[in-house]
């Protein structure tokens, strides 16, 4: 957040950070105004790692089946691009 008090104070030209904090927290709040996305998507994973994922417990890759069924099931009959675009204007997925 004080990235971007300082990017609307003038003391900063640009913010590199998470882009759902980003959207979220700044650009869709009124100080967010006239700021935009700009540049290409930053997601090499030799700087920012393989991507963001959820735990489950060691060794129960039954459940992380499941996780991943239901994923690939969403993303296959449009349902998660339905929900992302309501909520996101970029790709969370990180590829389409």
Do not use: C, H, W
Request: hydrophobic letters at 40%; proline letters at 1%.
């Amino acid at each position: 957040q004080e990235a971007n008090m300082d990017l609307v104070a003038g003391r900063l030209d640009a913010v590199v950070a998470d882009s759902v904090n980003l959207e979220d927290g700044f650009l869709k709040t009124d100080a967010g105004k006239g700021y935009a996305f700009v540049g290409p998507q930053l997601t090499d994973a030799k700087y920012f790692g393989e991507g963001v994922g959820i735990a489950v417990r060691k060794g129960d890759s039954e459940l992380a089946g499941k996780f991943n069924a239901a994923i690939d099931a969403l993303r296959a009959n449009g349902k998660y691009k339905q929900i992302q675009d309501k909520y996101f204007s970029f790709d969370v997925y990180g590829s389409n």
